[in-house]
């Protein structure tokens, strides 16, 4: 017997959804590539820089400041 519950249907995105979910993955991008031209920390904690979407993240935790 397995413990998984079976996948619920998903409901179709509206178009307004589809077009924020399209916005936000452009301004990650965006993002991304900025954070990839920057020159390396020195003495840094290493890793992705935690402020890089304008939220605080830490091991996929987000705290607004």
Known sequence: MSDEL???PRKPL???AQRALAEAEARRR???AKV???PAE???R???EPARYGD???KGLTSDF
Do not use: F, Q, S, V
Request: charged share 30%; hydrophobic share 40%; net charge negative.
């Open 36 to 38: 990839a031209k920057a």
């Open 42 to 44: 020195k003495g840094g």
């Open 30 to 32: 965006e993002i991304d």
């Open 56 to 58: 605080w993240e830490i």
């Open 14 to 16: 509206t178009p307004a």
């Open 6 to 8: 079976p996948e619920a």
């Open 46 to 48: 290493g890793g992705l």
